[in-house]
Each structure stands twice: as C-alpha cells, then as structure tokens.
C-alpha cells in the first residue's frame, strides 16, 4: 500500500519522504526499535503514542526508525537475511508472505491471542496466513467513496446517490449516464451530446487510469472478478475480471470521460490535481487523499459511495502491520510495545491528526472526530466495506512481477496493446513465471 497508506498508498501518506533514523542494529536492551516508511505526520503520531508508552513501562525505550520508500523493502530484505533489522517493522500487504514464509514474522495469534478481536477485521483477514496472524494492524484505509465537486454535479443535474454500473448491460449503467453528461468539451457539449469533441474536453466526468487500489481493483472486485488467487495471478483466466478492466479502459478510450493515461499513466496525481483545479468531476479514492482534499480545493465538496457493480460496493481495502522480528534479542520488551500498539490507548494518536485511519477499532472514533470537526463524515471510508472487500490472496514474491506488470497494464489502458484479454493473458502468463521461477 504505498498510495494507500497511498501509498494508505500515498498521501495522507504519500510515502517515502522521510530519511532513516537509525539501522535497528543498535541500542541497549530497553530499546525497542520500530521502523516505518511513513512521513513525518504519521511520526510524530507514533512519538506521542510511544511516550505515554514510556510513562507507563520507565524502562523500555522506543526508538523510530524512518526509512524511504524507494529502498525499503531492499533494506529490509537484506537486513533481516542477515539476521538484523529492527525489532518491529512495518509491513504492507504485496511483501508479508515471504517474510511469514520465511519464519522472519513473530506469530500474533500466538503471542497477542486475546487482542486480536479489537482490531479491523479486514485487515486480520488479510494478514492470516495458514491460520495465523503475523503482525499487529496499524492503519487502514477503509474503502473507496466519490468525492465530488459539488457545483459541477449540480450544474449537469446529475444524482450520484445509488449510481450503478454494469458492463453487460448499458441500460442499467446510471454510473456512465452521470459521468458523461458530467464530461464537457470547450464547445459545452457533453459527452452524451451530438458533436461532442473528445479532442478538447475541458472538464471530465471521472478518474478512470491504471491505479488498482483507487480505480481497478474496485471495479475487478465489484463485478465479482478475481485478480490473484492461491498465490498466483489469475485476472486473465477470470471472465469477470477481464470485464470490468475492459471497462474501466473504455471508460478512457471509446466513452471519453476520463483523461489520457499519457497523462495518468506515470503521474497517479494528475487526476487528483484535476479535481483540484476543479476540471474533474468526480475523483474516486481513498481515505489517503481526504486530507489533500480538503486543504486544496477551493470549492464545495463531498463524499458518496462509490457506483455498485452486479456484485455491489466491494472496493480494494489496504493496511498496514507492524511485524515483530522473529530475531529480535529484545522480545520480551518488543512484545509489551506490540500489545500497546495493538490497544485503543497506543493507537488513539495515530487518527487523532486526521491522516489515515487506525486498525484498532476503539481508536477509530478520534479519526471520526477529527473530521467530524471539518464537517466531513469519514465513517463513509469504513462504511464502504460493508458488501465486503476485494478477494486478494497474497502471491509471495510479488515484487519481481511489478515492474513487468505495471508496464503491460499502461500498454493495454492507453489503448496501444490490441486485444485487451490476450495482452492481459500475456502479462498474467509473464508474472506468474517470474514469480515461480
């Protein structure tokens, strides 16, 4: 989740901002150290959380490390094979397997047992692997809602509520009805309009592009499709998948609702800074952006939930663990700091500025509050998971596919890769090798 926590990530954590603090291979028997990619925000959240924590237990110390996204998981990687790294760490969804796999992960479930029912139940699931947790959820980013330019809806009389979409079926789609008496050339016309130039739109309906977690996972998930599973890519074998991705590119090429992906493709912001400028409609997203929003635009604006699909609102959901390291000499202190983390009282700081949302559940509500104080109902991101959530089986080894993966997705959503099922059976065949060979 590098948007998603941006990542959540990415942005309210647009991550990899800060430098490392420390290595984790240091320090004396009371200090635990804990190692993030997060940026300076969610830092001093943890500061504040870890001072109480010394209040309270005088003779443990907690040191943060920060290190860059760009070279964390190489740092990790190699630290922990060298049987270092720090005592805790965090971890994202792609990376965890292996480590797990690997025997590097503290067990949860056996070291915390009576805790893990106080925590996101999304993200429990998520980090289950062969019947055990392997580490302690920090954040989330709940589900996906439309924000939404309040004078740009109102003025095209467009009711977002309840808005539906479905590939097999125009009739039923409300979603592209909106989206296209929402997308306006410098004529005025809309998209659903006779002489509609799709050369020179000056505002458009929505942020299709290849972003998973904001964009294509959502509608993979809401269309009852399947992106990864038992541990290996299968969205091309999927019927369901290869639909809704299909979609979400007709979206771009065919409907024109949505801007190039020669100008998303390498810039997930670009959207993000449309709407902004108020020349986007509709900006599907996370929970990670709502701070973003809501210090940039300059207009009235909103939340709704995001269009159901023919198998509802099931959005891609991200967290976050910290992983208590299997090596640690420590692990009689590393364990009281992975309890504080885990409770209500460790995590409360962590929502209490508003960037990202905590796993435990009891700490939510200073999330809530925060937003609540702006006028912003930030129960909508939790709320939208309640169809449920994207089925993503984690497939170790992920990370020698991405580059590969990423590249073939922005061939076949800037409409250049021909048949769209026989480019995505190319690009799952090839990941799938890579990450089995």
Known sequence: MKRSISTLVTVGLTLGLAACSGTGDGGDDNTVTFRIWSDDAVAAAYEQSFAEFTAQNPDITVQINQVPWANYWDKLRADLSGGGGDDIFWVNAPNYASYAD????????ELLPDAVSDWEPSAVEKYTRDGSLWGVPQLIDGGKVLYYNKKLVSDAEVDLADLTWDPSNEQADTFLQALKKLTVDSAGRTADQPGFDPGAVTQYGFNAAWDFDAIVGNFIASNGGLYQDSGKYVFADDPASVDAIEYAVDLINDDHVAPSSADTNDNL????????????AVFESGAYNLANISEGADFEWGITPIPAGPSGRIPVTNSIIAAGNSASENSEATQKVLDWIGSEEGSEPLGANGALIPAVTGAQQSYFDFWASKGVDATLFPAGVQNGVLKNDPVPGAQAASADLDSAFKEIFSGRAGDIQEALKVAQDNANEQISG
């Open 102 to 109: 690997n025997g590097n992960l503290v067990n949860i479930s």
């Open 269 to 280: 912001d670009f959207s993000r800074d449309q709407f902004l400028q108020g020349k986007l």
